[in-house]
């Protein structure tokens, strides 16, 4: 249960079992109920008091007084609440992601009343076909908060295995007042894909600057939510989304090194490794005296060595060799190195 800008956003597993524990077949809706000014213990199993049974009663004792706490909390938060969803079993995969059933619920009216209750709790109610509810699920319990409006992202650069985000914080709440900002979360996600899924930070950061190494080529669409001070789970409007094609344009580094070393009827050729996680292999080049360098190896070489055998012995050549990637990148060349066979 957590806060995202305006919304509650709720999440609770698919029903799927009766309370019997026979698989439930024949589920019609899902109804949504909300109530504020919740307890927040109504979100907490009650618990016997005294810390445990008493010595001359039985332990069932105790935990009869448990149920009927509970069920006394379950049956005040139903009179209090009212329904603000009923969710048809058709709806249901359109907002089912894994095993978990998401809602959102809007706080607009409560935000601009600009005095939102201490807590708004939520609840939930499977309905069969017949018409038979369940029992009403736990109580899941929110405070809200006006939270911060859009930060603006500034930039979104990509570079060589990772792209760096800037943004401009937002300086207000979603109401227009001066607001102090905890932190941000980043979201990204791979288009076809219409759902961000969890931040790419675990935390809230504190700068208006993220570098993304983890994101993978292809298109991609980032934004930004800031956070409160003191409620990290209350995040604020989303910006407004930038979006990239991140390719694969970055060639590999040169070799570092490369000797050529003259044997009878042949050149022998040692260069340092390329270390990049992309690397398909090496192209070899080779010229006669100051003439133009020529492709001598048609397809990419995994080895960092080569020995030439078309060399001619009494020929002086100068070899260079590059890089090249998966995609296709080719890299600077090597330093140059000569040779001539014996």
Known sequence: MEQEAGESVLTFTYPDRLVS??????????????????SPTAAQPAAPSGGGPKTDEAPAAGARRVAAAARAAEESFLRESVRVASLPVAELSQRTHGAAITYRDGLGPLLKEGKLPPTVGYAVISRRRGGQKSPISNIAVVAPAVPPAAP?????TPEEGRVCLEW???????????VEI???????RSLPEEEYDRPLNEKPIRGMAFVDFTAPYGPLVYTVR??????????????????????DVFPPPAPGRLEALSEAGLVRLVWDPVGSPDLAGYVVFRAEASGQFVRLTP???KDSFLADTTAKPGTRYRYTVRAIDK????????????????
């Open 182 to 188: 905890g932190g941000y979360f980043v979201y990204r």
């Open 299 to 301: 397809d990419p070489i």
């Open 152 to 156: 603006v992202i500034l930039a979104v």
């Open 327 to 342: 995609s296709g990148n080719i890299g600077p060349p090597s330093p140059e190195a000569l040779a001539e066979p014996l």
């Open 168 to 178: 401009q914080e937002p300086g207000t709440d979603m109401l227009g007042r001066t």
């Open 21 to 38: 524990g026979l698989p439930l077949t024949d589920l019609d809706s899902i109804e949504i109920y909300r109530a504020v000014n919740v």
């Open 226 to 247: 800031a956070t409160l001070p003191d409620k990290p789970k209350v995040e604020g409007a989303p910006a407004e989304e930038a979006a990239l094609d991140y390719r």
